[in-house]
């Protein structure tokens, strides 16, 4: 329970920090929170292009944004406004690698723009889809 409060906490939190930073219309805002040890919320605003998968990949991909996120890795994406069909293949690639490792990967609250995305590449299926918001599993 303690757990699930803290993700909550992060999740939210990298929301209002997404939320909160001034943008020209739909740039692209990263934020990423920390919720314990090995545990590790990320959020993207705005619109994804192929610089922002590449920027998203980079990140993902550090040694220290890895050790953050060892046994935990939340990914909010309900602030993309729209997304290229690499963001969804970056994200499967993330999700098999991660599970490997022994993380738990986790989307919560995709957009109606990555939704499209995501059932195109099969991924609803092979990710826990949870919206934190709402505290349901969506659908």
Do not use: H, K
């Amino acid at each position: 329970m303690r757990e699930q409060r803290r993700r909550l906490e992060a999740t939210l939190g990298v929301l209002a920090e997404v939320a909160s930073t001034p943008a020209r219309q739909d740039e692209p805002v990263i934020a990423i929170r920390s919720f314990g040890t090995g545990r590790l919320a990320l959020a993207v605003a705005g619109t994804v292009d192929t610089g922002v998968v590449e920027r998203l990949r980079t990140l993902l991909d550090e040694r220290l944004v890895r050790e953050l996120s060892a046994v935990e890795l939340v990914v909010d994406l309900s602030e993309v406004r729209t997304c290229v069909p690499g963001l969804a293949r970056l994200l499967a690639r993330v999700r098999t690698g991660r599970l490997a490792e022994g993380c738990r990967v986790e989307l919560c609250n995709p957009s109606e723009a990555l939704a499209a995305g995501l059932d195109t590449a099969s991924l609803t299926e092979a990710f826990t889809m949870y919206d934190a918001v709402r505290g349901r599993l969506p659908g």
